[in-house]
Nanobody, 118 residues
Framework: QVQLVESGGGLVQPGGSLRLSCAAS????????MGWYRQAPGKQRELVAS???????NYADSVKGRFTISRDNSKNTVYLQMNSLKPEDTAVYYC????????????WGQGTQVTVAS
């Protein structure tokens, strides 16, 4: 069984920064895909950023230039550095990983609240 544990959410003023972390634990052979998604009240869950095994990244247009996704394969951890935060970034942020253990399966974190307000 694989578990994803997120941390780093909270309340921040507009223009501030936060760093989210998501660590996978359990029986893990490899993790190819790691991503961050978010869901605001009344809206569908959307992709924020993703990173694959070779390091190729992808970002939603709304966060390009402000957010940076990275990974530490030795720790089975993905990070999301969020700078210049805006009120519209307020949402529950979820990490997602495609884990091979040895079967490939998709896992989600429990979610962490990010609130951007003055």
């Amino acid at each position: 069984q694989v578990q994803l544990v997120e941390s780093g959410g909270g309340l921040v003023q507009p223009g501030g920064s936060l760093r989210l972390s998501c660590a996978a634990s359990g029986s893990i052979f490899s993790i190819y895909y790691m991503g961050w998604y978010r869901q605001a009240p009344g809206k569908q869950r959307e992709l924020v950023a993703s990173i694959i095994g070779g390091g190729l990244t992808n970002y939603a247009d709304s966060v390009k230039g402000r957010f940076t996704i990275s990974r530490d394969n030795s720790k089975n951890t993905v990070y999301l550095q969020m700078n210049s935060l805006k009120p519209e970034d307020t949402a529950v942020y979820y990490c997602n990983m495609h884990v091979t253990s040895p079967q490939s399966r998709n896992y989600w974190g429990q979610g962490t609240q990010v609130t951007v307000a003055s």
